[in-house]
């Protein structure tokens, strides 16, 4: 791909339809994930959020479309391929496992690892707490605590791109704060992250790029900075000016106009 | 002493159901298989444990070394195959897919083997015992199978709490999605459970033909049932409950032979129904029933 910022994107996703069913979760959804950045999904519940970072995980089969890494289409590979290629998910809910000690819960994140910067003493480096507790059950740890874990599990594989399913979800505010907060040492360790979150402003501070989806489309994206409330609130609810018209952002061409958050010049972009 | 008597050849039968309960409590504990072949594998292990003695010639106490690689083999094929593809499909069609793989092995070994009884011919082996007092008469085979049982849940223990494909099978079990996630292939650790509880299955099929008797049909009959009843009468999910379990069954067993020889299985049902009604969660589980 020719990329006005010059260099593929590290994820691409193309034109991506999913159905559950006889329900279409996503309508085209195009997307592309430079290197380094963060980029947020907001939208309401039942959007397609968590469904756009399933399918990338490899949990759905796409009806149409396409997903690549690096240039090379993962659509077919199972989800541990995936892993093993580096693609990570941090799946809404935590999903530890409740019967293995945190410890075991990291270790299982090695199973198919590339090789790379994490390992279980950056991660016990990173989350100071966890070294002490290494040997409590999974279903003992706070929420926070397993959401911290849950993210050492997947940094374990070390993953190029990071996906972060509503971290905040059943979380204390000042908790989920903290763990945003991570995020900066995340990419400084080479990470690309792609996170959904429905708590709007958290999503506004980390990221440098914005999508909001809204039943399956994305209908508006941007820099945070370039975005005003009424714009994301329209597209947020399908009200107002702006949207319905039911296009998907054209392929790639949202991130790659973005360049770095508050660079100049990047208009608030209403796909 | 009668009674001690009756307890300890409990106690040593219990070793034998724990074995033939262990493969099965494992499939369903990790990939909710309901392994109605179950008993069936165990007679198909002492069929071809005759075969390969009458080939190889190896002494017949040996042909375990044989046997149990060759169902671990066919365990793990059969698992990544038939039943994950029914496994696909769902849960309901793993029960239905056991069910015809019992009814197709049974009537397999009916059709090629007669139906016909046979045993495993270890020679004396089979009958040399020692005595403890005068009432007590501890056969050596029973003690030697007794102790394979706990040697074997020993191994299966640490296996699966020490070692890093233990932890994937727990993994598994708890969350198959969320191993996917962590990079695991549970696919391939599913086949692993299985190779594990076909290897343990064909060495109970293959101590119970020494021990006595089998056709084409004793393994639903019989040992599928036993098993189901150690299993739960010990409680899912635990092992050392299915020791206990399978030694609480045998011992029932015993002590309903005491009064007739016709009480033996029947006192092993009570106990298993009892179980059922008092305690349904199994005697070891902490868990409260669903």
Same mark, same amino acid.
């Given at each position: 791909?020719?990329?006005l910022?010059?260099g593929p994107p ?16 996503l309508r085209?959804v195009s997307?592309s994930?430079?290197?380094g950045n963060?980029?947020a999904?907001?939208?309401?519940n ?6 756009l970072?399933?399918?990338?995980a ?5 009806t149409?479309g396409?997903?690549?890494?690096d240039?090379s289409?993962?659509?077919r590979?199972r989800p541990?391929?995936?892993v093993?290629a580096?693609i990570a998910?941090?799946?809404e809910g935590r ?7 945190l410890q075991?819960n990291?270790?299982?994140?090695r199973?198919?690892a590339r090789?790379?910067p994490?390992n279980?003493d950056?991660?016990?480096d990173l ?10 059950h999974?279903?003992?740890?706070s929420g926070g605590?397993?959401?911290?874990v849950?993210?050492?599990r997947?940094?374990l ?6 996906l972060?399913?509503?971290l905040?979800?059943g979380l204390?505010p000042?908790?989920v704060?903290?763990i945003?907060?991570?995020l900066p ?9 792609l996170?959904v979150?429905?708590?709007v402003s958290q ?6 790029w ?5 039943e399956?489309?994305?209908t508006?994206?941007g ?5 005003t409330?009424a714009?994301i609130e329209?597209?947020y609810?399908?009200?107002g000016?702006g949207n319905g018209?039911g296009n ?5 061409t949202?991130a790659a106009?973005?360049?770095?958050p508050?660079?100049e ?5 209403i796909? | 002493m009668?009674?001690v008597?009756t307890?300890?050849?409990g106690?040593?039968l219990g070793g034998?159901y ?6 099965l409590?494992l499939?369903?504990g990790?990939?909710n ?13 002492a069929?071809i444990a005759?075969g390969v003695?009458?080939v ?5 106490a040996l042909?375990?070394l044989?046997v149990v690689?060759i169902?671990?083999?066919?365990g793990y094929?059969?698992q990544?195959t038939l039943?994950?593809?029914? /496994?696909n499909?769902s %849960?309901?069609?793993? &029960?239905?897919?056991?069910?015809? =793989? +019992? ?5 397999g !070994?009916q059709?090629?083997l007669s ?9 004396s ?6 005595g403890?007092?005068s009432?007590i008469t ?6 030697v199978? /007794?102790?394979?049982? %706990?040697?074997?849940l &020993?191994g299966l223990?640490?296996? =699966? +709490?020490s070692?890093?494909?233990g932890? !994937?099978i ?7 999605e969320?191993?996917?996630?962590s990079g695991v292939?549970?696919r391939?650790v ?5 190779a ?9 099929g293959?101590a ?14 019989t040992?599928?049932?036993?098993a189901f009843e ?9 092992l050392?409950g299915?020791l206990a ?8 067993q015993q002590?309903g032979?005491?009064?007739s020889?016709?009480d ?5 049902q009570?106990l298993f129904l009892a179980i059922?009604?008092?305690r349904?969660q199994g005697i070891?589980?902490?868990?409260e029933p669903?």
């Open positions: 791909m020719s990329e910022t010059g590290l994820l691409q996703v193309r034109r991506l339809s999913v159905h559950h069913g006889q329900l279409q979760a085209g997307l994930l430079p290197a963060v980029q999904m907001i939208g309401a039942g959007a397609g959020k968590s469904t970072l399933r399918t990338i490899g949990l759905h089969r796409p149409a396409s997903i690549l890494l240039g289409d993962l659509s590979m541990e391929r995936r093993a580096g998910l941090v799946p999903r530890l496992f409740p019967s293995l000690t075991e990291l270790l299982v994140g199973t198919s090789p790379g994490w279980l950056r991660v016990y989350f100071g707490w966890m070294r002490d507790r290494r040997s409590q999974a279903a003992q740890l605590e397993q959401q911290a849950a993210i050492g997947a940094l594989s070390n993953p190029r791109v990071l972060l399913d509503e905040s979800l204390a000042v908790v704060r903290r945003y907060d991570l040492q995340l990419i400084a360790s080479g990470l690309t992250i996170l979150e429905q708590d999503a506004m501070r980390v990221a440098s914005v999508h909001c989806l809204l399956g489309r994305i508006l994206a820099a945070p900075a370039d975005l409330p714009q329209g597209a609810f399908g009200i000016t018209n998907g952002a054209p392929d790639g949202t106009a973005s360049g770095r508050g660079s010049g990047t208009p608030g972009a796909a | 009668i009674w008597n307890v300890v050849q106690i040593l034998l724990a074995l033939f309960a262990c493969g409590s499939m369903f990790v990939m298989v309901i392994n109605l072949a179950h008993g069936d594998l165990a007679v198909s292990a069929y005759i003695v009458a190889t010639h190896v002494p017949a042909s375990f044989i690689p169902f671990a083999v066919i094929v059969v990544r039943f994950q593809a029914a /496994l499909r %849960v309901l069609t793993t &029960l239905l897919v056991t069910f015809g =793989l +019992s009814v197709v092995i049974e009537n !070994l059709q090629y139906a016909n009884s046979h045993s495993i011919d270890i020679g082996l089979v009958s040399d015992s020692f403890i007092g009432q501890i056969a050596y085979l029973d003690l199978v /007794l102790m394979v049982a %706990v040697v074997v &020993l223990q640490y296996f =699966l +709490s070692t890093a494909n932890r !994937l727990r993994a598994v079990a708890d969350d198959p969320a191993a996917q996630l292939s549970y391939h599913f086949g692993l459970a299985a594990i509880a076909f290897g343990t299955v064909a060495l109970a293959l119970s033909g020494m021990m006595s008797q089998f056709g084409p049909t004793t393994g639903t009959d040992l599928l049932l036993y150690a299993v739960v009468i010990g409680g899912l999910g635990s050392w299915t379990g399978g030694i609480l069954l045998g011992v029932a002590i032979a005491q009064f020889a016709a033996q299985v029947l006192a092993g009570l059922l009604v008092l349904p070891t589980s902490r868990r669903a």
